[in-house]
């Protein structure tokens, strides 16, 4: 049963990246669950080879496809909407400079989706990524590539791939001061320190 109250945050698993040098060889990102106001909202659907783990990491925790309300993808790259075809009756939410697909909803600028939960434009490592930010038992960031894995946030680098490296640490910047945990695109939570 969906509290129609706090939203609540489940992870439905942590992204991974595998590099060679410079090359990223395999990258899938992290998918989240979002139960507020009734509705199920995921965030990020990970890459295409990753439909049959994302059903059943789903069945596990009780949600079919056609429970989920709205795909929230904090950008457009292949790796975090790969799955997006598995929820046909889901809205799709992505930034309008992302060229989201026909049929889904693009925003632009700083707005909310339900109560508790924000979707806050983070460019940097693209021009259209944007964050999720939910108020709930703790105030958490769904950050999608802004912060794409724990060693970008201890070494305070932006990520590798990036279209204006000061837009990226500034958007970094924005989601490490208002988050008491951050959802990287492509690791685990991480608790954040207020001192860099």
Known sequence: ?????????????S?????KGSTVIEASSSV????????????DT???KDEDRLLKAL????VTPELVSLVVNTHMHIDHCGCNDLFSAARVVAHESEAPPVGSAPISGRQPLLPGIELVPTPGHSEGSMSVFVTAEKRYAICGDAIPTRDNY???VPPFINIDRRLAL???ELIWSWADVII????SPIQVRRKK
């Not at 992204?15 to 590099?19: E, L, M, N, Y």
């Open 1 to 13: 049963m969906i509290s129609p109250q706090m939203p609540v945050v489940r992870p439905v698993w």
């Open 15 to 19: 992204g991974h990246i595998v590099r």
């Open 32 to 43: 989240t669950l979002i139960e507020a106001s009734g509705k199920r909202v995921l965030v």
């Open 46 to 48: 990970g890459s295409p």
């Open 59 to 62: 069945a596990r925790m009780g």
């Open 154 to 156: 201890e070494k305070w």
């Open 170 to 172: 500034a958007s970094m």
């Open 184 to 187: 990287p695109g492509h690791d």
